[in-house]
């Protein structure tokens, strides 16, 4: 069973730590445990309870009135949410539901499932990346176990990777990209998403993976000629120096338009050399492709 501290459960369910308390005074669906230091903690299915009772609060249920239902009636008005926005809340949380109980079999059929009904990009968009974002805090505080982390990330991967090897389009490009990353960067999901995003544009793609370094990066590009390259930083090393980076690329790949994108351009002040240009949040990646 994993243990979640309230922070926890504010992160994931978006409920802040204050209202949190305010419940488990008033109502009777959460009773956390204490650590000899008195720290309160959660178990999965508190954690579950939190999730649900939130997003059926979001969606004009109120909490007293949620307090004296059922778990199955709970369940039940859940399913009836008939709000896109809320439907794709509820999936990402059935999501991480399932990672929390290592119930892999279910989160790939939710994955597949959605996948047939909207379409990769669109499972990516409206539900990969936010069930990765509310999660990634807890990869980096330790509350999930890597069994978790390398499960459902090995999950997602598959299914963008039969995505890639299935991909028809009929739309035609002249242009040539190349897409690796960089040393000490093994998160792979971005960079597979943006694979497929290039292919389904009909563009060439050469896919160099992950951990590659910059002059095995240039070799190709010297070979290849593309004519853009894409990197998207996730998690670097902790001695991933991203201003020499940027200028290792600038100086060697002879000129080549190169696109950076994740979550290290976000805090970089610093002038960017002409060839390169930064793509800050998945809108800019997303209008990126459109104008492609």
Known sequence: MNAFTIKDLENLSGIK????????????????????T????????????????????????????????QPQEIRAKILSLGDAKAIQERIVNELVQEMVDL????????????????????????????????????????????AQEHLVTNVIRQKLVVAIETCITHLKS???????????????LGLLFMYYMFKSRGMQTIYLGANVPVKDVAYVVDLKKPDI????????????????FLT??????????????????????KSVPATITFKKSLSEVMEYFTSL
């Open 229 to 244: 390259v894409f990197t998207h930083l996730t998690a670097t090393s902790s001695n991933f120096n991203f201003e020499k």
């Open 174 to 188: 002249e242009k040539t990209v190349l897409l690796f990353l960089p040393e000490g960067e093994h998160h792979e």
């Open 248 to 269: 290792a690329i600038n100086s060697q790949f002879g000129g080549v338009s190169t696109v950076v994108s994740g979550q290290l351009t976000h805090g970089y002040n």
């Open 38 to 69: 008195n720290i309160r903690y959660y178990s999965n299915d508190e954690l579950k309870t939190v999730l649900n009772i939130a997003l059926l609060n979001k969606y004009g249920f109120k909490i007293s009135h949620i307090d004296r239902m």
């Open 103 to 146: 119930n892999i079999e279910n989160l790939e059929k939710i994955l597949t499932s959605y996948i047939a009904s909207k379409g990769v990009e669109r499972t990516v968009i409206q539900i990969i990346f936010p069930f990765l974002e509310k999660i990634g805090i807890l990869w980096q505080t330790g509350h999930i176990n890597p």
């Open 17 to 36: 730590a204050h209202t949190i308390r305010i419940w488990e005074q008033r109502y009777n669906f959460l009773k956390p445990q204490r650590t000899n």
